[in-house]
């Protein structure tokens, strides 16, 4: 097997700028309307991009970023919470009984507290006591979280997988800090059934589903995982002294396991036609039926990461994978300079920036977004430091930190 | 067929609610005229909370462009319900509409729903089926159906086994079966709940149809490894199967040893069911060889391997 060449190997800086600044100046392409009531999320995916770049500050004038600030606010409803987008706001014909249809959704709320905090704001106009109080309603019994709340009273509306318990983890991580009990009146989600919830959607190989004996999925063990980890609730480490709270993750050291098997030689779908489909952490010198003369096996030249077991390589995997493994301590757990090499020389779109799903496919902004934040997180020149829990910079992590109403709430802990 | 509402009388009483996406918006999307205009008549018919026959065809509009609309679906449930819509109508209705958007999530939130209602899974298997046929690992129709064993008690329904099986039999790598599999045969019965109120002979009984179970199942899991020795899933099924019933790895150890006697071994995985051999037996010299050939033979996974070295020293 040749060594992949290193030359060509590199992050174009100027494309993913490019890539970046036309997602948030112009339209995006129609295509995208299938994601219209997911704009929210959209809109951190692109800020905390140029973040990450470095290029927000330099991108924005002071009224564009008012501006935004502004939007953001408008998706704020009257009760507490945001929607996800525009695209639901009944406007002046907006009360009591049809607000039910333009609801405060989690990850819209989700998506803009961040948003807010990447463009520097205070949080001050965010209805704070308002989303707590809706966010506790949204807890089931089971300890999953609902994304609308038809009315209270009725069982939220949605999934009950862990996307839901991450996303509530990080709204309540934002506003009140990892502070257990009631704060300002208001009382807390039911942190032992959030880790109970998540504890029982553990598989039997170690990875997290999306429901109780489903398959193990990387994107709900990355959710359940960062949810653990914001409400601290992970497994403890052996230097730290043991106290009596319910801890997430039953099995870590099976979960680590599952973790590094993500990683895979199958990196499109030739690639599992070339194996017969065999299971891809199986060596490529050992495919090639030529074992190795002596121990100086060549570096791989490419690693992908999948999302389940026996699947192919796809870019937001590497996110859901190395952000795991970086919360739970073990990102030297797999090989970097090959999957970052993989990103790079196959899923990076060389003309348009960004990053593709699988080598050849053109980038789109959930793909981009992943791709470069794990690029970051294994330390990438010229990307800003990055927080793990919330996918966001270390900088706007800091930022929330220091605002004065939420070390008032921090230091009720 | 492009459709829209400003000429057609049917709706002439309506005056659409424009989106407000005034200052600076972030990522806008460039709408088509037909979009923006069918959001701008559904927002007007959701602020008259209306439920009617022309509002359905109107979900049904939007659904087609934008399935994954979180409030859409729930107006159409809701107006389904004030219509007395048969839960069987709209089945056939979504059929379709599934078929054309396999990712889609809220399809299947919706269909959970009205089979929920209907109270019968009738027909729903063959859907299915025919769902798999274009994408055999599609995560949401495997937990549709593991939600349907749940609710419609199907638990080592013989049915359920032998669909598990087929596919398995199409795909040996075939995770989300292999999954299935093991979910109705041991994930049904909440520990503690096997064999309560029961009598005591009954209770032996069962605990003796237990343990056959478990050692087809582990019969099952090495035939298919023999066709593919390098297929993580049955392995990791195989190793599964031999926790749940507290069994030691050592079980295999025969078995294993098939695909370690040469070098490089024919299985990784059977190298690595060694490893856990080793390490349940503390036979510490013999797990470090293994690990530095896991290391040599699995590069992919070598910093792993490596980490799992220092561990042993530590231990």
């Given amino acids: ?413 | 067929m492009t459709k829209f509402y400003h000429d057609d009388p049917a709706w002439a009483d309506i005056e659409p609610i424009p989106q407000d996406d005034t200052g600076h918006p972030l990522v806008a999307i460039a709408y088509t005229a037909e979009y923006s205009e069918a959001m701008g008549y559904l927002r007007a018919v959701m602020a008259r909370n209306e439920h009617s026959e022309r509002v359905l065809a109107l979900t049904e509009h939007v659904i087609g462009i934008n399935p994954a609309h979180y409030t859409v679906w729930l107006y159409r449930a809701r107006t389904l319900e004030h219509l007395s819509i048969p839960p069987s109508d709209e089945l056939r209705w979504l059929n379709p509409i599934a078929l054309s958007h396999l990712k889609n999530y809220q399809i299947w939130n919706h269909r959970q729903a009205i089979v929920d209602r209907r109270d019968s899974c009738e027909g729903e298997a063959d859907f299915i089926a025919q769902m798999l046929d274009q994408d055999a690992k599609n995560y949401h129709v495997w937990s549709y159906r593991q939600w349907m064993v749940e609710r419609f008690g199907l638990w080592r329904d013989v049915g359920e086994v032998a669909f598990a099986e087929e596919m398995i039999g199409r795909d040996v790598r075939n995770n989300s079966a292999w999954n299935h599999r093991f979910f109705v045969l041991f994930g049904g019965r909440k520990k503690g709940q096997a064999g309560e109120g029961e009598e005591e002979g009954k209770e032996e009984e069962e605990k003796e149809k237990e343990k056959e179970l478990v050692q087809r199942e582990i019969e099952y899991a090495k035939q298919a490894i023999r066709q593919a020795p390098q297929s993580q899933s049955a392995w990791d099924y195989l190793r599964a199967v031999l926790r749940h019933a507290h069994l030691p790895i050592s079980t295999i150890a025969g078995f294993a040893n098939e695909y370690n006697d040469v070098s490089p071994p024919r299985s990784l995985h059977a190298l690595e069911a060694q490893l856990e051999i080793y390490a349940e037996q503390n036979k510490v010299d013999e797990a470090r060889s293994t690990l530095e050939a896991l290391a040599e033979f699995d590069p992919v996974r070598k910093p792993y391997w490596t980490y799992r070295q220092k561990e042993l020293v530590v231990a």
């Avoid at chain 1, 939007?71 to 009944?90: K, M, N, V």
């Avoid at chain 1, 790079?344 to 990053?355: A, E, I, K």
């Fill in chain 1, 1 to 413: 097997m040749a060594a992949a060449p290193e030359v060509g190997t590199i992050l174009h800086f100027p494309r993913h700028v490019k890539y970046w600044r036309r997602n948030l100046k112009t339209h995006l392409p129609t295509y995208y309307t299938e994601n219209d009531t997911n704009r929210m999320m959209l809109a951190f995916f692109t800020l905390s991009a140029e973040e990450i770049l470095g290029d927000l500050d330099a991108a924005l004038s002071p009224e564009e970023r008012q501006g935004y600030i502004d939007w953001i606010y408008h998706c704020q409803l009257p009760e507490g919470g945001f929607r996800s987008s525009p695209a639901t706001d009944l406007g002046t014909a907006r009360d009591d009984k049809n607000a039910v249809w333009d609801p405060p959704e989690l990850s819209g709320t989700f998506g803009a507290l961040l948003s807010l905090a990447i463009l520097g704001d205070d949080l001050q106009r965010v209805k704070r006591k308002g989303i707590l109080r809706w966010l506790s309603a949204m807890q089931r019994p089971d300890g999953s979280f609902g994304q609308i709340l038809e009315d209270y009273g009725r069982p939220p509306e949605g999934g009950y997988d862990p996307r839901f318990c991450y996303m509530a983890a990080g709204i309540r991580w934002i506003l009140r800090s990892n502070v257990e009990g009631p704060v300002e009146g208001v009382p807390d989600i039911d942190v032992d059934k959030l880790v109970q919830c998540i504890r029982e959607r553990e598989t039997y190989n170690g990875g997290i589903a999306a429901a109780p004996f489903r398959e193990a999925h990387a994107g709900y063990t990355s959710c359940a995982i960062s949810a653990l980890s914001l409400v601290d609730r992970l497994p403890l480490q052996s230097s730290q002294p043991p106290d009596t709270r319910l801890r997430g993750l039953t099995k870590p050291h099976l979960t680590l396991r599952w973790l590094v098997s993500r990683q895979t030689l199958t990196l499109d779908n030739d690639d599992a036609i070339d194996t017969h489909g065999e299971e891809a952490s199986l060596s490529a010198t050992y495919c090639s039926g030529s074992p190795p003369s002596d121990s100086a096996i060549p570096e791989l030249p490419w690693v992908g990461i999948n999302g389940r077991c026996c699947k192919i390589a796809d870019t937001c995997y590497s996110y859901y994978v190395c952000t795991s493994l970086h919360i739970l301590g073990h990102l030297d757990l797999v090989n970097a300079k090959p999957i970052r090499r993989w990103l790079l020389d196959r899923t990076q779109h060389l003309v348009l920036g960004g990053f593709g799903k699988t080598p050849g496919d053109y980038p789109d902004i959930l793909h981009a977004y992943l791709g470069l934040f794990t690029l970051a997180l294994f330390g990438e020149p010229g990307l800003r430091p990055v927080w793990a829990p919330l996918s966001i910079s270390q900088r706007v992590k800091e930022h929330i930190e220091s605002l004065p109403w939420r070390k008032q709430v921090a230091s009720y802990a």
